[in-house]
Nanobody, 121 residues
Framework: QVHLVESGGGLVQAGGSLRLSCEAS????????WAWYRQAPGAQRERVAV???????SYELSVKDRFTISRDNSKNTVSLQMNGLKPEDTGVYYC???????????????WGQGTQVTVSS
């Protein structure tokens, strides 16, 4: 019923930039918290950025000052601007959201399908 779809992944050289986007669709009343996670090959999934309802943000230390998360409440979208990319940023990036559905009284957590980001050295 509720679906998150990421876009914007691809192959980029070290030092380059990419902008990821994610759109939520379906029976949505509101999105509370948006987050981006990534999973490198052979590694655990980690949260890299989060933006709360009041637009305050938090970042994983390794991406701080390089990545920027932002949200558009009118479009139910979130973006991740990634600058100064490094090979260690390579992985599958997933968007994640806490969403209140229409006619619901509780928030539910949803995941996108993931988009591949590859940074070459």
């Amino acid at each position: 019923q509720v679906h998150l779809v990421e876009s914007g992944g691809g192959l980029v050289q070290a030092g380059g930039s990419l902008r990821l986007s994610c759109e939520a669709s379906g029976s949505i009343w509101s999105v509370a918290t948006w987050a981006w996670y990534r999973q490198a090959p052979g590694a655990q999934r980690e949260r890299v950025a989060v933006v709360f309802s009041d637009s305050r943000t938090s970042y994983e230390l390794s991406v701080k000052d390089r990545f920027t998360i932002s949200r558009d409440n009118s479009k139910n979208t979130v973006s991740l601007q990634m600058n100064g990319l490094k090979p260690e940023d390579t992985g599958v990036y997933y968007c994640n959201a806490d969403i209140l559905r229409r006619r619901s009284t509780f928030q539910e957590n949803f995941w996108g399908q993931g988009t591949q980001v590859t940074v070459s050295s």
